[in-house]
């Protein structure tokens, strides 16, 4: 049964407090606050898109809450925003982790796909940049498939990931949030695909650039670099960022990161093209693909 509002509002001052004191750890103090607030576990693990055995481990210390973590439990137990972001000071102790691959998959990828779901959904400005396939948010069907077909993954358990990442999609379609996306144009002509399905792939390129919430730059090659490419990364507001390395996703909320990669962004789209210019970059690739489709 739920605690009386005024009790709940004193017990939330307590575990601040003892959180502000180093008394209490993040784990501890998350547990009881989800006590105080008379929330079933099962209730309150459904709302932050994770299994109610996750958020056992989190509660009993015995698996360290991601800040993503925090934040979406937080979301779930409907806390103010003061009391949020107490939590999240505390949490930006461990600012930077990195998760491996390997972890995703044995948790299965599409509940991975859920999980940035809910990131997105709390984001109001998304910048991704991506140097080595389509972003997974404009990707089409077929392109999405040829990816996962990489990652070993069973094919009722790749049905699922497809479905969960073009579910996905339908936040560009939200006209609160804006979404600024900077690919190299090796990124273009990355050989996944049949040449008429790579073709579609950069159709839809074209037209998801359209959208007036959605910006789209390509990088040239003929283009003067100042810097390397390096790895994909995205940005989420600025409150955190997320860059993906061969093994592992790693996530970072300190501001200094942030402002690292936001630099490192901001210099890639400066020499990017966008608008119909880009769109004509795209369509002469898309062109010449399916005019090598057919010499062949």
Known sequence: MPRPRHEARRTIRVILEEVRLNKADLSTALREL?????????????SAVMSQSKLSKIENGHLAPSLTDVERILTALEVS???????IKVARVAATEATAWRLYRRLGSHKKQLQIQAV???TAVIRL??????PGLLQTPEYVRAVLGRRN?????????????LERQSVLYDSGKSFHFVITEPVLWWRILPAAMLASQLDRLVSISRLSNVRIGVVPLASRQTDFPGT???????RLVTVETPHAEVVTTEPRDI?????????FAAVAI????????????????????ETV
């Open 34 to 46: 989800r006590q105080a607030s008379g929330l079933p576990a099962k209730a309150v693990a459904r």
């Open 81 to 87: 925003e003061e009391v949020k972001a107490e939590f």
């Open 120 to 122: 997105e959904a709390q």
């Open 129 to 134: 940049f991506q140097c080595s396939l389509i």
């Open 153 to 165: 993954l069973t094919p009722d358990e790749t049905t699922r990931t497809v479905g969960a990442r």
């Open 232 to 238: 994909p990364f995205c940005i989420f507001d600025e």
């Open 259 to 267: 402002a690292t990669y936001a630099a490192k962004f901001n210099g």
């Open 274 to 293: 966008y608008g119909d210019e880009m769109r004509r970059h795209i369509e002469r690739a898309r062109d010449e693909l399916l005019t090598g489709q």
